[in-house]
């Protein structure tokens, strides 16, 4: 069992950055990939970026590419997404997922991941 912890979210204006944080607990972080979603209010949860257990592959989405980056750093248990130039379609709740796994793979789907952070809220203002 693994829990997931986000951090970071808050309030900015747009064409501001901010950086969210999620803390898994466990020894065995390096074997989960990893994976951030958003919901926004009356949608569904969409798939933002993905990030292999290595951090050698990662994938952004057509709508954050070139503005938000994954990463993680193995040694903290904890995996980032640093978001910039947001915009007010970004206001969502955004998720930390995780699903174990040995292969070098970025998992898409919803689906693909049995482990959820609760969430953290981003609002970005116009």
């Known amino acids: 069992q693994v829990q997931l912890v986000e951090s970071g979210g808050g309030l900015v204006q747009a064409g501001g950055s901010l950086r969210l944080s999620c803390r898994t607990s466990?020894?065995?972080?390096?074997?989960?990939?990893m994976g951030w979603f958003r919901q926004a209010p009356g949608k569904e949860r969409e798939f933002v970026a993905g990030?292999?257990?290595?951090?050698?592959?990662?994938y952004h989405s057509d709508s954050v590419k070139g503005r938000f980056t994954i990463s993680r750093d193995n040694a903290k248990n904890t995996m980032y997404l640093q978001m910039n130039s947001l915009k007010p379609e970004d206001t969502a709740v955004y998720y930390c997922?995780?699903?174990?796994?040995?292969?070098?793979?970025?998992?898409?789907?919803?689906?693909?991941?049995?482990?959820w952070g609760q969430g953290t809220q981003v609002t970005v203002s116009s």
């Open positions: 990030i292999s257990w290595s951090g050698g592959s990662t």
């Open positions: 466990g020894r065995t972080f390096s074997t989960y990939a």
């Open positions: 997922a995780a699903q174990q796994t040995t292969a070098r793979v970025i998992l898409r789907s919803r689906s693909s991941y049995d482990y």
